[in-house]
């Protein structure tokens, strides 16, 4: 008879403190700040940065700089990391346990979940939220966005868009005043500066931040910063493709 005596992996060691699955939880809803969690969950300041840094060692949290204030930092939950970090702890276990992708659910008439995006300028990140949602959201999906302080659109978004089959070239930046009369289910701010400045809107829609630095500042001309649009339009995808599963 033998005996096991192999540890469990990694990731179900450290998503099964219940601190940590905590902070796990709340950031599977919007990025935040140590302070904002450490209010979410009653917990030390001290102890939640603690947790934290466990996380980031695990490779399930990342963190960045806020750009509004760079005293601050926003935590983000690595979502790709976890699903796949779920998928080799069930295999571990026994290979019959290997997730496969859900089917997808029958769909059911309804009136479209109705998201709005919003960063600074409205030049790149929200509108090309706006078009990746129209794109795999369907009909089932309405999309818009919209900015703090409204730019032209910035020539790499609309590249990178068109590079994506979007053509976001003819649409216009708009100014969020526009939106403060308008419902929605969810409001998401991509940009740290328009998270502090973000009216209420009606209706009492799910919000959430997603910070995201401004693809546009991260090189010298519009050949250097192309490299990080191409990243800006890859992280919206993935996080646009699990707001999809919760709605």
């Avoid at 939950?77 to 346990?97: I, Q, V």
């Avoid at 009136?111 to 089932?140: D, K, W, Y």
């Amino acid at each position: 008879m033998s005996t096991v005596t192999a540890q469990p992996p990694e990731f179900l060691q450290l998503t099964g403190h219940p601190i940590r699955w905590q902070l796990l939880t709340e950031l599977t809803h919007s990025d935040r700040q140590v302070r904002e969690l450490a209010a979410l969950i009653g917990r030390r300041q001290s102890l939640v940065s603690y947790h934290l840094a466990q996380l980031r060692e695990g490779g399930l949290v990342t963190v960045r700089r806020s750009s509004a204030d760079g005293r601050d930092t926003y935590y983000r939950l690595d979502l790709e990391a976890c699903r796949d970090r779920l998928a080799e702890a069930a295999t571990a276990l026994h290979p019959g346990l290997r997730l496969a992708p859900a089917p997808p659910p029958a769909p059911v008439p309804r009136p479209p979940v109705r998201v709005l995006f919003l960063c600074t300028g409205n030049s790149s990140r929200s509108q090309m939220a706006e078009a990746i949602l129209e794109q795999v959201g369907g009909s089932h999906f309405e999309a818009a966005s919209a900015g703090s302080h409204p730019m032209p659109l910035h020539p790499n978004a609309v590249r990178v868009m068109r590079e994506r089959g979007l053509d976001i070239g003819g649409r216009r930046s708009k100014h969020l005043s526009e939106f403060t009369d308008r419902t929605f289910h969810h409001v998401i701010s991509l940009c740290d500066r328009v998270r502090e400045v973000c009216p209420d809107f009606p209706g009492r829609p799910r919000t959430a931040h997603w910070s995201m630095p401004d693809p546009a500042t991260e090189g010298t001309d519009d050949a250097t910063t192309y490299p990080a649009f191409v990243r800006t339009a890859s992280e919206l995808n993935t996080r646009i493709q699990f707001l999809l599963s919760t709605t």
